[in-house]
DNA sequence: ATAGCACTTGAACATCTGTTCAAGTTTTTT
DNA sequence: AAAAAACTTGAACAGATGTTCAAGTGCTAT
């Protein structure tokens, strides 16, 4: 419900209904409702992180440098769609996205305790693939490719109802197939020549 | 305030307290919270379906396909970040994009009403680039350079602080040229034998 | 001038929000 | 078996939400 409806619209009558328990238990167990929130990130944030920095190693030992910068980009984008997760239907990727996007989550610092850390990582595999680009233009290669990843997961039809249904967000697997090979091009083919000097 | 804390955090009497005036004064001259919402769209969005038709009409008439791709890149990012804009401080960029990624932004239909036709110019320019491309591959493309451009209209903070301030998404000019690099590079380079076939 | 209309105002409304409370029930420990 | 702790429950709480209302004010046309 978190990763459908954000976590403002996510009241905790409608949690407690939907799980067939009175509303009290939530505060209960956890506190409060962001208590709750919390929780979910505490309890799946470290199985992303992991396969995270599982992928930057075998990005780190792959000598041909044109499947390196590959290996990299899918580093990011195959935990978040929970393409290697078994039992994950893709919900807390989509809880992922929300949080990212939600005004309200600077206050909560979710990302900031749980992601920035392996989100470093990712901009030094970056930097290891890039010596000659600057600190600035790596940073914008790391957003671009987060936004391209993050509005999958925010889709709530849009994309099938421009596409006429021939590009599904729910269809995770070939939703990242494609923008991976966009992105790896981006990055591998990038013309520095327009961002000097700003 | 829309634009910094979405529809749902953005009550009523914060407006009209901010204003100065009664809460009365909204459903008065606009029926409700979300009919001044949608003025605000109304107002403000035909401006930006222009600019983008003027790019579009300006990417048709441009002979080197390099230079093409690019400015079809820039007819989607540059009315988005508010560039051309003079007495525009990129509020409306900011709501625009909460409003696409607002969990409950499907029920209001703006961007179907007031985005989806100017989408599918934007999706019939970049076919016209790649007509080897299939319809799932220029929706994925479009997809792509939405979700990069929306990363920084949303950003509160996060992009200037893993970055120390190298980059910055208050500095929208700078993150427009390092993102349509990318997207440019992405576009033209595309593998496309990684998505051949899905 | 005066009637009519548009507009403004502060208070009230019903509803929903997250949380707390006291009273129960179940489970665990001694 | 008795005591203690952990858990569950439905009701209540204070506060905030969008909206409505009746009364008042200001402007405009006749």
Same mark, same amino acid.
């Given at each position: 419900? *978190?990763?459908?409806?954000?976590?403002?619209?996510?009241?905790?009558? &409608?949690?407690?209904?939907?799980?067939?328990?009175?509303?009290?238990?939530?505060?209960?167990? *956890?506190?409060? &409702?962001?208590?709750?929130?919390?929780?979910?990130?505490?309890?799946?944030?470290?199985?992303?992180?992991?396969?995270?920095?599982?992928?930057?190693?075998?990005?780190?030992?792959?000598?041909?440098?044109? &499947?390196?910068?590959?290996?990299?980009? &899918?580093?990011?984008?195959?935990?978040? *769609?929970?393409?290697?997760?078994?039992?994950?239907?893709?919900?807390?990727?989509?809880?992922?996205?929300?949080?990212?996007?939600d005004p309200s989550s600077e206050g909560r610092g979710i990302f900031r305790e749980m992601f920035d850390p392996v989100a470093e990582m990712m901009l030094d595999a970056l930097a290891e693939c890039f010596p000659d680009w600057t600190r600035a233009e790596v940073n914008w290669a790391y957003q671009t490719m987060l936004g391209a990843m993050m509005i999958v997961m925010m889709d709530n039809g849009r994309i099938a109802r421009l596409s006429d249904g021939t590009a599904d967000s729910e269809d995770p697997e070939t939703a990242a197939i494609h923008i991976a090979a966009i992105l790896t091009a981006g990055l591998k083919h990038r013309d520095r020549g327009q961002t000097r000097g700003s």
């Open positions: 419900m *978190f990763g459908r409806f954000g976590f403002d619209a996510t009241t905790s009558r &409608k949690i407690a209904t939907d799980a067939g328990v009175p509303v009290a238990l939530i505060n209960y167990h *956890f506190g409060s &409702k962001e208590g709750l929130y919390r929780a979910i990130f505490e309890k799946r944030s470290p199985a992303i992180r992991d396969q995270r920095v599982v992928g930057l190693q075998l990005a780190r030992s792959e000598a041909d440098w044109d &499947k390196r910068v590959e290996l990299v980009v &899918k580093a990011l984008i195959v935990p978040m *769609f929970g393409l290697r997760n078994d039992g994950n239907d893709g919900a807390f990727g989509r809880i992922l996205a929300r949080e990212l996007s």
